[in-house]
């Protein structure tokens, strides 16, 4: 076998390794085909406006909820299970890495955090997928349920963080099949 099969199975075998590692227990997987859209933390997608008409918009420094059940209260970027919103990194060991091997040192230098894969974060109708269910989505990558949004009703239809609202906009919506795990017991 050639030495770069050799790395890409070796690549791609530590990378599900940690992924693995990072989840706990899946009890149930099942493939199921959702209407995806995405978002990302800017006033557009996440409702909020900066300033307070109740200090005369003049602390544009802070930002508050524009709409729903939370309007005028500050608004901290936070998802409903308390977390901070993520896309998907592959970490160090990605076919990324594998297509431009140089810049791995700066990588590890710079951005040590980097090297460990993380899963995105995806909005759910919590009713039907509890905050942890996993998801593998093709075009974004593995992602877990944080979140929940206003347009998220029903068991067909998820949304993806991503990094920047052009990312979201070029997404669009997509009816995509996704493999679904959802939590098991520990």
Sequence with gaps: MPDRTKLILLASGLTAIL???????CEEKRIHRFTVTAYCSCSQCCGW????????KMDVWNRYVSRGER?????????ASGTKPHAPQPGLFSFDS???PWMIPPRVAF???LAFPQMGTIAA???HYPFGTRMYVP??????????????KGPDRIDLYMSSHGEALHWG?????????????N
Excluded: N
């Excluded at 992924?19 to 227990?25: E, K, Q, T, Y």
């Excluded at 309007?71 to 998802?79: K, S």
């Excluded at 075009?139 to 998220?152: K, M, T």
């Excluded at 919506?173 to 017991?185: A, F, S, T």
């Design 173 to 185: 919506r997509q009816q995509v099949v996704v493999e679904v795990q959802l939590p098991g017991k």
């Design 98 to 100: 594998l297509k431009s």
């Design 139 to 152: 075009g974004y990558g593995w992602g877990v349920v944080e979140d929940r949004g206003s347009a998220i």
């Design 111 to 113: 951005f040590p955090w």
């Design 19 to 25: 992924l693995l590692a990072s989840s706990g227990r």
């Design 125 to 127: 109708d919590t009713d």
């Design 71 to 79: 309007a005028g209260r500050l608004y901290d970027g936070r998802t």
């Design 49 to 56: 406006e900066r300033g307070s008409w109740k200090f005369l």
